[in-house]
């Protein structure tokens, strides 16, 4: 990826904050050297506006041949649990792919008995400018903004260049997303 550094220590290029070095060494560290851009996005959650994201892994969203994929969660607020901050469960991008169907059909989160004990659920509270990793099968939430207050975060994802887009998953099973090793 390519970037360059401003003198008010922004980085700039083709993939802006995303190719921030720093950012990218930890992202090498959680998924290997070879890394490749693979999707950002602005989460602004509004004051009283800003709803639900419900349980959810990215993996289910974007079915790869293997699970090197994280996704970078920058605060650009402090995030508290009164504004909506990042909710996950710990461990569970251990667990594999858990089934995000309802009466069969992909709906994008996790309910019935694979749904997470909310009480187990770590919130994930932290200053703005902090980032935080996604693994691509880590369970995670976030529940309405109530407060007064905005909740912004900007996440640039990345994927293993060995990670190639399995479009022949079928969606609807549960299934081991790495068939032969557990998830870094
Ligand atoms: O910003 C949030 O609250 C949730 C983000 C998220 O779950 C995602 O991008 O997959």
């Known amino acids: ?62 079915p790869h041949t293997n699970t090197d994929l994280v996704t970078a969660l920058i605060y650009l607020d402090d995030a508290t649990t009164e504004n909506a901050c990042l909710r996950a469960m710990p461990g569970s991008h251990r667990r594999g792919l858990a089934d995000h169907c309802v009466d069969g059909h992909f709906r994008g989160k996790v309910t ?8 187990q659920a770590v919130p994930i509270e932290a200053p703005a400018g902090s980032v ?11 529940s309405p903004n109530r407060s007064d207050r905005f909740r912004r ?4 994802a990345y994927r293993a260049a060995d990670a190639y887009p399995d479009l022949l998953r079928p969606p609807r099973e549960p299934q081991r ?8």
């Open 1 to 62: 990826m390519e970037s360059s550094e401003q003198s008010d220590g922004i980085p700039r290029g083709r993939a802006g904050g995303g190719a921030h070095p720093r950012l990218l060494d930890v992202v090498e560290q959680l998924i290997g050297p070879d890394v490749l851009f693979h999707y950002s996005k602005l989460h602004l959650k509004a004051p009283h506006v800003g709803s639900v994201v419900e349980w959810h892994q990215d993996f289910s969203y974007y």
């Open 112 to 119: 019935g008995p694979d749904a997470p004990d909310p009480a």
């Open 132 to 142: 935080v990793f996604i693994h691509c099968l880590l369970l995670h939430y976030s």
């Open 153 to 156: 975060a900007f996440l640039p």
């Open 177 to 184: 997303a790495r068939r032969d090793a557990p998830a870094r």
